[in-house]
């Protein structure tokens, strides 16, 4: 990956890094962003599937809620300008639309601190003690619906207020920005970063999103990958003015969603699908072929493989082809099979001058 990433900023190529462990921080000629240091994804940005995902919000019911909350909180500061969260109890019908007509032509940014609150003021019901206004939002809780979600609620809550998703997120009211060895920085918003990258010639450079920052292998890593994949799908579709433009995502198998139902509509396999007529092309690195659903691997044409010795994992990214040599390739060396070409050849890997951090301990 090191080598290929220095003979693209070589050649004048433009290269964007997701790097999931924090290896590329010290490659050079490389801007770096780390995830929840120097970079946030601001929620308030996102789309509300992104952030019942953040959210952990799986139950249609609730989304629909987390929707209603969003929309509630955006009215709440750029038409009543006020903080806190928006009372719908005993709101007439009428000045709610009207407030809602008023948002179409204000801001569109929110308090996401605020949500797992909002989301209780969603639910309100006409009187089931008195005689009903029907006119009227609602008139009470409803506690047994607010009971039935409240253990997601109250997750929901503990997520807002965990200070590394703030930081991840961009949410006001964080304690603070810092880790405990660092002084307080300044966050600059990524799909910022990607509109500014992508667009311009790299002169050289490589852009390193460092989200080492993600727990491993969670719902929250596989969603903010593929955000930052969409985001940068969307940033090109809308730009006329393309150059070529090469991703590399190191150690991929984290980010694949664990659900296929689920593979689809991923930033990951979006990019794959449609990256290159806007484009994108994409280096993808893992341990294992297999950790690849077969509907990602369909889309590669070429393919670099070092050793392996499991006969599936041989088969299933080169066929019957060369699999005794794949099984004794020496470290560096490889079998390359490119677009179009039925056979592999083998090659030898140009030894990068950027060091590499991942040396293992030596007994």
Partial sequence: MLSLVEQLQKAGQTTIIFDATGEYRH?????????????????ADLNNDAVASILAIKSETLKHKLEAAIQSLKIQQNVVASTGTYLKLNKSIAVFNEQIQTLVMSGKDYNPAMLSD??????IIPSTNDVPDFNLLGQQYNYPSIQ?????IIHAKLLLTNDRLQRIYGIRNSVSYNYPSQPMVTQTDLNYVLKLFSRLASKNRSLVIDVSALAVGTESSQTVISILLKQLLDIRSKNSDRLPLTIFLDEAHRYIPNHPSDLMDSGIFKILREGRKYGIYTVLSTQSPLDLPVQLRGHFG?????KLQDQAEISAILGKYNKEKIAHLAVGSGMLKLFGKKKAKQVTVIKPQALHDTASPRF
Avoid: R, T
């Fill in 148 to 152: 039935h979600f409240w253990d997601n």
């Fill in 302 to 306: 070429s393919y670099l493989v070092h």
């Fill in 27 to 43: 490659l050079d000629h490389a801007v770096v962003y780390q995830l929840g240091v120097n970079a946030n994804l601001q929620m």
């Fill in 118 to 123: 909002q989301i209780i003021e969603e639910f």
